[in-house]
């Protein structure tokens, strides 16, 4: 596999990984957590800041991994290393609290722990990248 196929692979994979992230916090209504976030209103109306969330999260993820495919040039590059750079701090941070919260769903923290596994992957790989395009 080169390596833009690998880069996105990562992308899409960690995209696919926040989709999934957000149906396993659906799981626990099952088993009696309150449906309402604390703070919040039960007014039907989804907020506006978590349709951006997950709009740059998921849908930006798996938009990175299919640009990544059709072009893969030194602005992109450099783009795509940050952006993983900073996504990695952002989950290594949630996963953390997570576990200061001394959470009871291991499905959740072994899907963020994986998250997290995969991010660092792509920050390398794009590191690795972005060394060999400067040995050029």
């Not at 109306?45 to 030194?74: A, D, K, Y």
């Not at 794009?126 to 040995?135: E, H, I």
Request: hydrophobic share 50%.
């Amino acid at each position: 596999m080169n390596q833009s196929s690998k880069i996105a692979f990562f992308w899409v994979l960690i995209g696919m990984c926040y989709v999934l992230h957000g149906y396993y916090e659906l799981t626990a209504i099952r088993y009696g957590a309150p449906v309402l976030s604390p703070g919040h209103e039960a007014t039907g109306v989804i907020p506006l800041n978590l349709h951006v969330m997950r709009i740059v999260l998921e849908i930006g993820s798996l938009l990175i991994g299919t640009l990544t495919v059709l072009s893969f040039n030194r602005p992109f590059q450099w783009f795509s290393f940050v952006w993983a750079i900073f996504l990695g701090v952002l989950n290594g941070a949630h996963l953390a609290m997570t576990v200061a919260r001394n959470y009871t769903d291991y499905t959740q923290l072994a899907l963020l722990t994986f998250i997290f596994f995969v991010n660092v992957l792509l920050a390398l790989e794009l590191r690795v990248g972005k060394s060999q395009d400067q040995a050029r």
